[in-house]
């Protein structure tokens, strides 16, 4: 199926600019104070050591050149994309999943920077802004994370989004902190690589046609045999969906809800998107005992993704709210159209 036109309208639009990018390059004043997460977060000077707990946050700082500026890092879903492995491998890793709030603090940053609000929220396991604001400490959170999003004390999974993901989030997100390291024409130029990527991406999308298909993302869980936590319909996936033209079995606001297998092959999706990564929290964190139980048990094996071997694997952080969407977005791309030649 072609890529709709009011889709490709529809990807520019939520690619909106903050500020036009002729009004962006003044150089930035301190104290600077900055609306993010339904706090004020004010920044008295331009931050040199800088902490990243998500690595998201951690693939834009590197993006936007700042990898002098880092003094620790934490909280990997899996290898840093080519282009950004020598600056990484520059920065000290605090821990690869959430490092302590002692952690954090020994490394004396001057700003702390989250990719979600579990790890620096009102319960972050990590630490609470006040925790970090009582040590003179400013922290920022991905706008992705709160916008358009509620996070809820019941939730099994990682909150519900009331409004589709975008990259225009992830727009914002470059020109805040462009704005904060008092490094705008390097945002402005990110924000065009972005646009690039997407549009080219699109391009592939609509160069190779696929009939309609349903689609089930399964991100861990905490069992193999257990309820898998797969994709709602309003997160990264959902965008991701949206520009591909496909469409999910889960009707969930959750961004990741646990749904059970036997829920899963009622609906019996067409395509099944799975998340590698080299985090190792639970057993479902690793991709290859996730295709084995795909192959295996005899609920999952029995499904027409299964059966056609139309699973498709993509790096976990491309399941997340960041720019690595647009990775996941030509993947699954090309992946459909290899599964259109082989009908």
Not at 111 to 130: D, F, K, R
Not at 181 to 195: H, S, W
Not at 209 to 216: F, G, I, N, R, Y
Not at 254 to 266: D, K, R
Request: proline letters at 7%.
């Amino acid at each position: 199926m072609l890529i709709r036109r009011h889709c490709i309208r529809l990807l520019f639009c939520t690619l909106a600019v903050i500020l036009p990018l002729s009004e962006s390059q003044a150089a930035t004043h301190y104290p600077l104070t900055v609306q993010n997460c339904g706090r004020e977060v004010v920044i008295q000077a331009k931050p040199q050591r800088a902490v990243t707990l998500g690595q998201a946050s951690t693939e834009l700082l590197l993006s936007l050149g700042l990898a002098p500026r880092m003094v620790g890092t934490g909280v990997w879903f899996g290898p840093l994309p080519p282009a950004l492995q020598a600056a990484g491998a520059t920065v000290p890793r605090l821990a690869s999943n959430a490092p302590s709030f002692e952690a954090v603090a020994k490394a004396a940053p001057d700003i702390v920077l989250a990719q979600y609000t579990y790890h620096v929220g009102p319960q972050g396991e990590v630490a609470t802004p006040e925790q970090l604001d009582a040590l003179g400490i400013p922290s920022y959170v991905s706008p992705s994370d709160c916008q358009g999003k509620g996070l809820t004390a019941t939730s099994n999974a990682d909150g519900s989004r009331s409004q589709l993901y975008s990259l225009g989030l992830v727009e914002q997100e470059i020109h805040e902190l462009a704005q904060i390291f008092d490094v705008k024409a390097a945002g402005d130029a990110l924000v065009g690589q972005l646009r690039q990527r997407v549009a080219q991406a699109v391009k592939t999308a609509n160069a190779q046609p696929h009939a309609p298909l349903s689609v089930m993302y399964w991100f861990s869980s905490t069992r193999l045999e257990g309820d898998p936590w797969v994709a709602g319909k309003n997160g990264a996936p959902g965008y991701i969906n949206q520009v591909l033209g496909l469409h999910n079995i889960i009707d969930s606001d959750e961004e990741w809800p646990g749904v059970s297998w036997e829920t899963i092959a009622a609906r019996n999706p067409d395509v099944i998107v799975v998340a590698r990564m080299d985090r190792r929290l639970y057993p479902a964190d690793d991709v290859e005992k996730k295709l084995a139980f795909l192959r295996s048990d005899p609920v999952t094996r029995e499904l027409k993704a299964v059966r056609d071997n139309h699973i498709i694997v993509v790096d976990a952080q491309s399941l997340n709210p960041s720019m690595s969407v647009v990775d996941a977005i030509e993947h699954i791309a090309i992946g459909l159209g290899t599964f259109g030649k082989a009908q």
